[in-house]
């Protein structure tokens, strides 16, 4: 139904393709955002098998997306192993 109204108004006035393609792609871009977030190792959706996931992390492991200056291969843990 949404669709519909949305593809009527396209027609009607033809400058609103832009607008409405360029709302559904930071619609688009924002959901797949949101999905890579909630894969992340930090992120904890069943709490009976891996209670703590972020424990398990190599000190290794570049967890950010950018790391500018940061040589992650070189780094040593610091703390205990739990």
Partial sequence: MVFRTVVQ???RHPG???QFFFIGLGMGGASLYLVRLAKGPHVTWN???NP???NKLDPTYQ???VAIG???KSLKKD???F
Avoid: M, R, S
């Fill in 9 to 11: 108004h396209a027609k």
């Fill in 16 to 18: 609103l393709i832009p």
């Fill in 47 to 49: 709490k009976t098998n």
């Fill in 52 to 54: 703590e996931p972020w």
């Fill in 63 to 65: 967890y950010k997306f």
């Fill in 70 to 72: 940061t040589d992650y």
């Fill in 79 to 81: 703390g205990p192993d």
